[in-house]
């Protein structure tokens, strides 16, 4: 995917850095992303879309909006292309997704709204939803398998509470593991009916936080597992995401993450920046305490 | 004394047209040196558009612009505040949410849609409506209406 610095988006533009930036106050477009540096990167997609929209616009703003729905033309491509079972094709719609957007935003504007469109049109418990939710799953955990190796001293262990890959908040789930990951998070996801020998993984990954998602697990079982996380591996943040918070004890210390996976992995790694005495302590007792934590319950 | 000349434009009729902002309303500024930019640089938030000379903004006078659908294309900032509505949540919608007739003797809504339609697909002289913003009593403006572009469009210029 290409990107512009802010002086070649106005340049391509041919509109002021100034002006570029109240477009994106007033506009909410084109909306950039930040580099290492924290300055501005524009895809270069979704600029070009802009300017060809300004030579036929009236105003600003519906050069804006004709340039959203011109991007919005690739998840009509992938809705067209699962629906008619046509799985290359879906691929190469994803491919002009990503021309345009980061993974992330392709994932989240592209990918995840087609799903949405395909549940509302032929039902989650019907074969096309199936077989697409099983494509839509490979690709998710084929862009997992190649992110870059982890960066960060951060690992997520992910209680995985859907029921199976055609739950339909499953893709939900692995949008957010590939965003944790390409974050530079080490992520771990486990199913929460898998009790029996939990303490033995989290020795070998001891998790920085949990993140426990889906919803067709009940309470009891995903306490059941909480409880064996929380023996191996000592009293570790818990987030909730795409479930409701549990009655009870639980409900006051887990963090209800937001339903879209971007905004959820970007509070979810934010939510640990905020006590960076407790984070470092963390991250250097992380294996320690997961040693003691299991002396302490005897396993 | 020295007169100094400038180039006038005119339209595909030969008539005299002006330039404006779609936002600020302002005449653009002279980009000397710089290649043209459809962007209003003063303001840097509308378009440039053009309209026959009479029937463009003067300075002060909130305007709309509307395409051939009847949608808003366009809110400047005056409009913004007498409309009470932002251009963003404005665009593409359809100009009956915002304005209607406010005259007994033109009461009927096709009569400004009608208007509408002439100014954004053909070529004849200004026409004046007087309206009124929905959902307001004891308000009503003087529309001009007229055509403006490119691409073509109905200017409503919303006078005293």
Known sequence: MRTLKTSEAAALLNVSPNTLRAWERRFGYPRPQRSSGQHRLYIHGEVAALRDALQEGLSISSAVSRAREALTADTDSLVGALSSFELERADLAMEAALALRSLERSVEEVLLPTFDELSSRAGVDSAPWAFAARWADGWLRRAQRLSPAPTRNVSVLVGDATRDELDPDALAVRALELFLARAGARVLSLPVTGVSGLADVLEAHPPTFVVIAGAFVPDDHVARWAYQARSAAGPLPVMLFRRPAPSGSVRATARALPEGPFEAHRLALGALDETPAQKENRFQSGARRVTAARRRVGT | ?160
């Open chain 2, 1 to 160: 004394m020295t007169r100094a000349l400038h180039a006038v434009q005119v339209d595909s009729h030969g008539r005299p047209v002006e330039a404006f902002c779609g936002h600020c309303g302002r005449p653009p500024e002279a980009s000397e040196g710089q290649p043209a930019s459809r962007v209003c640089r003063r303001c840097g938030l509308g378009l440039v558009l053009q309209a026959p000379k009479g029937i463009a903004p003067q300075a002060g006078e909130p305007f709309l612009v509307v395409d051939s659908r009847m949608e808003v294309c366009a809110v400047s900032r005056k409009a913004e505040d007498l409309l009470g509505v932002p251009e963003t949540r404005a665009v593409n919608r359809h100009i009956s949410e915002f304005l209607i007739p406010a005259a007994a003797e033109a009461s009927k809504p096709e009569d400004l849609l009608s208007q509408l339609v002439v100014a954004a697909t053909s070529e004849e002289d200004a026409h004046t409506v007087v309206v009124r913003p929905v959902g307001e009593f004891g308000v009503r403006y003087r529309a001009r209406i007229g055509p403006c572009g490119p691409p073509r469009a109905a200017l409503v210029v919303l006078g005293e």
